[in-house]
Structures are given as structure tokens and as C-alpha cells.
């Protein structure tokens, strides 16, 4: 019966369906029609191969039409592992029949693949608008998919972000997704001073600050008045903005240090005689002409002992000059 509806079909036009978007895919397919014994077997089997391309065509239009190229890549990547599994397979029934079963095992690849893609992959947007280039699985042509946003709108939130005085706070508003923009779309970062979400603020509040390739910013060296409500947008070159996340910048004061107090003692009275420490002008001087008389009368002291020493060290010396001057003499005699 299957035969019977192939046969049935035979006039559809072949369509270049996701898999046959892929040369070696056709390539395949060709090889295997050409492979037939006879040239009645070959006539069958392109019919068969046309049936498989409108049972793709109809999986993939069950699924948006529309492939990526790592899907395609990865169907076209495990068909071609089972197509090489079952040429080298010897075969003992009828070779249509197995080629049938071969290439539904094809389109079973494909639906797998799809059903992924487009649960998975297709819009992975959860908030803002996302173009991205996609194959059309009916023209194997790459066109744009447009994925809205599932919310409506592209402002995707706000995130609060604690920081201190004298430290830094990093903004980054990448989400995986924006890889997928056509294009070259730019992160246009705003700031509106004051508190952060004490009032509503509008798009004439914020003051431009950077507009950069990359998805982050960082503030270094923070202080107080640095604090408020900041603004990441993801735009195009013509302005369309994709996607805007609002961060609640908060810098917290440092405590301030506490000093010391610096403990003097007090000052005493002046003149008062009971204290050691600030002596009175009247005391001060006979002070000072005690020092002086005690060290006149150390120096004239210490001279007079030197000069008894020297005495004494003189009589010693001349005391034995005489003792040996008199044992000479007496050697002489």
C-alpha cells in the first residue's frame, strides 16, 4: 500500500526540505536511487526519495518551516550516521522496502531535532525582541525570524546593587541570546542621580554615560553622590532597542572613624610652691647659683687631688732615683 501511495505522489514537485537543504544530504539520496539493479528499480526509488522529501516538508511545516544551522548540522550529522549503517548492511529483502524505513528513520531525525529547536532554541527571548537569521526549510533560504517579546515590551526589570564608598559595583546586562541579533547592536548604559526607587523617573532624567560593544561596566572608587538608578540598553544602529534592564545602584557610607581624645594634664597654679614640676621664678635662681658653686667647688676639688697624685708619684720616682744611685756606689767602692 505504501508502494501504491508513492506511486500516487510520484507527481509532487521535490522539495529542498531542511535535510535536503543540506548537498550531502541530496547527494546521498541521488546514490541510493542510482544504486538500484535496474532501471525500473531506480525509477522507484526516486519516487520513494521524493515521498520522503514531502513527509520532511510536512514535519517541518508542523514546526515554524524554519531551521538554525547547528540543527541542521547536527539532523543532517546523525542521517548520515544511520544512511552509512544501512548501506554497509548486507541486505536480503526488498531493497525498497528498507530504503522506505531508512528514510522515515530520516524524517523521525529531523522531527527530534525540530522539536527541540523550537522549544528550545527558536526564541529564547523571555523578555525584549530578538531578530535572528534562520533557513526557510521550504527555499533553503536564510530569511529573519522575528521573536517578540513574550511580555510585550523590551524593559526586562530591575536588579538591586549594594556597594560602598571607595569600592566598585559591576553593571552587565548580557543575556546568551543577544549572540543570536543580527547585526551589531551596542549596550548604551544611562544613569539618573538621587536615591534609588524613591520616585518614577522618566527617559529625560537619565544622562548618557557609555555606549560599548561590551555587555559590562564597572564603577570603581564609588562614593555617595554616585548612587542612583542606572540604565543598560541593547539597541541597533537604526535605534531599535531589543532589550533594557534597570539596576538600583545603593553606596553605603563608611562608618566614621572615632579619635581619640588626646588627655593633658593640667597646668598648676602659678607660684604655687608645693609643686615639683613648675618651680617659681624665686626658686629658680638660687637654684641655678647652687648648681654652679657645687660645680666650681667638684672642679677646684678634683684639681687638688690630681696635683697630690702627681706629688706623691713624683716623690716615689725620686725616692727610687737615690736608692739606685746608692747601690752603685757602693759597687764602685
Not at 550516521?81 to 522496502?97: A, M, R
Not at 535572528?132 to 524593559?155: A, E, L, T, W
Amino acid at each position: 500500500m505504501l508502494l501504491i501511495l508513492v506511486s500516487l505522489l510520484c507527481c509532487v514537485p521535490a522539495a529542498n526540505t531542511c535535510l535536503q537543504c543540506d548537498r550531502r544530504i541530496r547527494l546521498l539520496h541521488e546514490d541510493l536511487a542510482l544504486s538500484a539493479p535496474t532501471v525500473d528499480d531506480q525509477i522507484e526509488m526516486k519516487k520513494i526519495c521524493d515521498y520522503a522529501y514531502v513527509t520532511y516538508r510536512e514535519t517541518s511545516w508542523e514546526r515554524k518551516g524554519v531551521i538554525d544551522p547547528t540543527t541542521l548540522y547536527r539532523a543532517r550529522t546523525e542521517y548520515q550516521s544511520e544512511f552509512d549503517s544501512f548501506l554497509k548492511t548486507p541486505h536480503t529483502g526488498s531493497v525498497t522496502f528498507e530504503a522506505i524505513q531508512i528514510l522515515e528513520k530520516g524524517r523521525k531525525i529531523l522531527e527530534k531535532h525540530l522539536d527541540t529547536f523550537i522549544r528550545d532554541g527558536l526564541c529564547p527571548n523571555k523578555c525584549g525582541l530578538l531578530k535572528r537569521r534562520v533557513m526557510d526549510c521550504f527555499s533553503c533560504r536564510y530569511k529573519i525570524y522575528i521573536c517578540p517579546s513574550p511580555s510585550g515590551q523590551q524593559n526586562c526589570g530591575e536588579y538591586p546593587v549594594q556597594a560602598e564608598e571607595g569600592g566598585q559595583a559591576v553593571l552587565n546586562c548580557f543575556l546568551p541570546w543577544h549572540r543570536l541579533l543580527l547585526g551589531r547592536p551596542e549596550y548604551h548604559y544611562s544613569w539618573a542621580p538621587g536615591v534609588p526607587g524613591t520616585e518614577k523617573l522618566k527617559d529625560s532624567d537619565f544622562k548618557a554615560l557609555v555606549v560599548t560593544d561590551d555587555s559590562s561596566v564597572v564603577l570603581n572608587q564609588l562614593n555617595a553622590n554616585e548612587q542612583g538608578t542606572y540604565r543598560c540598553s541593547l539597541q541597533g544602529r537604526n535605534g531599535t532597542i531589543f532589550y533594557r534592564i534597570t539596576f538600583l545602584l545603593a553606596v553605603a557610607s563608611l562608618p566614621e572613624q572615632t579619635l581619640r581624645p588626646v588627655i593633658s594634664l593640667p597646668c598648676m597654679p602659678h607660684g604655687d610652691n608645693h609643686s615639683p614640676f613648675q618651680p617659681t621664678a624665686g626658686l629658680l635662681v638660687p637654684v641655678i647659683a647652687m648648681v654652679t658653686a657645687l660645680s666650681l667647688a667638684a672642679g677646684v676639688g678634683l684639681t687638688v687631688v690630681l696635683g697630690m697624685m702627681m706629688s706623691q708619684r713624683r716623690a716615689v720616682e725620686d725616692l727610687r732615683r737615690r736608692r739606685k744611685e746608692e747601690e752603685n756606689t757602693q759597687k764602685t767602692v
